[in-house]
């Protein structure tokens, strides 16, 4: 299967590099993808790509870039420093037990306009 939701294997590209924009370069890589012969796995991938280059939404990371090896694409976004909405939720419950309603609607409301946006 195709390994794109390791963070730990993405990483920030140096600032001057960035334009004043701190970038994430995200590898996406299959054992059976060959890139050379543009297989099916590589084609999706590739499908995807072009998906990503059009989509612009404030809610979303912004697609900068892809440039791909033998076996690797990489694509490079806009980075986004801080906690991952999972993460934010444990820490939440343990620190103050729970999301009061305005919250929840908030965060909801965000995640339904980019389902909207990219459908």
Same mark, same amino acid.
């Given at each position: 299967s195709l390994e794109m939701d390791s963070l730990e294997? *993405? *990483? /920030? /590209?140096?600032?001057k590099m960035s334009l004043n924009r701190r /970038? /994430? *370069?995200k590898p996406l890589q299959n054992k059976q993808m060959n890139l050379s012969n543009k297989d099916i796995t590589a084609m999706k991938v590739l499908e995807e790509v072009? $998906? &990503? %280059?059009k989509l612009d939404h404030p809610n979303m990371c912004t697609y900068i870039e892809s440039y791909e090896t033998e076996k690797t694409i990489y694509i490079v976004m806009e980075y986004f420093e801080g906690t991952q909405l999972f993460d934010l939720? $444990?820490?939440? !419950?343990?620190s103050k037990g729970s999301f009061n309603?305005? %919250?929840v609607c908030d965060i909801i409301k965000k995640i &339904?306009? !980019?389902l909207?946006?990219?459908h």
């Open positions: 294997k *993405s *990483s /920030l /590209l140096p600032s /970038l /994430l *370069s072009k $998906i &990503l %280059e939720m $444990i820490q939440r !419950v343990e309603e305005r %919250e &339904l306009d !980019v909207k946006y990219c």
